[in-house]
């Protein structure tokens, strides 16, 4: 049995990674530093499976201690801060963690030895497309918040931990996640929860702006595919393919749920607001045989569902929000 260490692992995509983690069999070893973001609820069914680290990863010395006393043999490097709208806020936590966390984490991992490292990028490096084009592998990094640069900047220290000390390093470039158990700051919770209150809906511009939305559990499996046999000092996108307008989005979840368009406020813009991301998936789809299982028109219904079933956990959340709450864009 392989032992994985996960950070991030309290947080939306990394919860999800450990529970699918512990049913392909792995041992899993958490590091999480439990912000605002990180909640054990979303782990509790596979606690005692899974050996716990409350930590901040830019702790040099609790992390070189977790590696020297796991060993684990290979990481996934999902933890980070992680919403855009705060970074333009305050920079500082997501240089920190993003930048500073990983080079810890990364030094720790060459010390010890570990024979993958994944290392979670974002679709945001590559920066903003307009309405034609696509991201691939090797198109030149061109961040534009201060999220994606610290995002960036992670991505790149990775590489450069592979071409200088050849630490066994992977790049994983996955395009806007949603599913269950996501904090409700970003888009998706946002417009669920205002929607099923009948308060009015925020919407950035016009909502033109326009994402690809992966199922999280999609995500994960990718991971586990490129973790398993993916190409040691590659790059990979993970991208549905399926592009949304913002506005779009919206609108489907009011379906869903029954409710008038009329909740839609169209607010002021986000500075610098990428105008569209679209990666192009081929390399993971043609080399690892992975295509996304989960198709947005289901992938939206199960999560206004579970939502709605949950809403005990998100008013908990809601308690934590409020000048962020207005400004839920990832
Ligand atoms: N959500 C998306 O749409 C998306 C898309 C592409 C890439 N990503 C990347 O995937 C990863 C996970 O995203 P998410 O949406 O699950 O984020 P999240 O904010 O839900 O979770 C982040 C987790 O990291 C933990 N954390 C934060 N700072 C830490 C620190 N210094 N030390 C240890 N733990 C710390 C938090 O407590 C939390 O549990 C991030 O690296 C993010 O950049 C996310």
């Known amino acids: 049995m392989k032992k994985l ?34 909640d054990m609820e979303r782990i509790r069914e596979v606690e005692r499976d899974i050996v716990f680290y409350n930590t901040d990863i830019a702790n040099k010395e609790v992390v070189t201690h977790i590696f020297k006393k796991e060993k684990p043999d290979a990481v996934v490097h999902w933890a980070a801060e992680s919403h855009v709208d705060r970074s333009i806020m305050d920079a500082s936590p997501f240089l920190e963690t993003n930048i500073k966390g990983t080079q810890v984490l990364l030094e720790a991992a060459k010390n010890c030895g570990v024979e993958r490292l994944i290392n979670i990028s974002t679709d945001e490096v590559y920066g903003e497309l307009g309405k034609d084009g696509q991201f691939f592998e090797t198109t030149p990094l061109n961040p534009n918040s201060p999220y994606s ?13 592979y ?4 630490l066994p390093v992977i790049t994983v470039r996955p395009s806007n996640n949603y599913g269950p158990w996501q904090y409700p700051e970003k888009l998706i919770p946002v417009v669920i929860l205002k929607a099923i209150n009948n308060e009015k809906i925020p919407v950035y511009g016009k909502g033109e702006n326009i994402r690809e939305w992966l199922f999280a559990s999609d995500c994960v499996e990718a991971v586990f595919l490129i973790l398993e046999k993916g190409t040691i000092g590659e790059a ?8 949304k307008r913002n506005v779009e989005v919206v609108k489907h979840i009011l379906q869903i749920l029954g409710k008038s368009d009329r909740l839609i406020e169209f607010t002021k813009d986000r500075p610098g607001h990428d105008f569209r991301y679209s990666l192009n998936s081929e390399k993971i789809r043609k080399q690892l045989d992975w295509q996304s299982q989960v198709y947005f028109q289901d992938g939206i219904e199960k999560t206004v569902r579970w939502y709605v079933d949950n809403i005990g956990w998100v008013n908990k959340k809601l308690e934590y929000l409020t000048t962020y709450w207005s400004m839920a864009y990832k």
Do not use: H, P, W
């Not at 990674?17 to 899993?28: A, E």
């Not at 640069?149 to 931990?161: C, E, F, H, P």
């Not at 071409?163 to 050849?166: A, K, L, P, Q, V």
């Open 163 to 166: 071409r200088t000390y050849g």
């Open 236 to 243: 990979y996108n993970i991208g549905s393919g399926e592009e």
């Open 149 to 161: 640069v610290s995002k960036a900047s992670q991505d790149m220290l990775g590489r450069a931990y």
């Open 5 to 38: 260490l996960i950070t991030g692992g309290a947080g939306f995509i990394g919860s999800e990674c450990i529970r699918q983690g512990v049913k392909r069999g792995y041992k899993i070893i958490a590091a999480d530093k439990l912000t605002y973001a990180g």
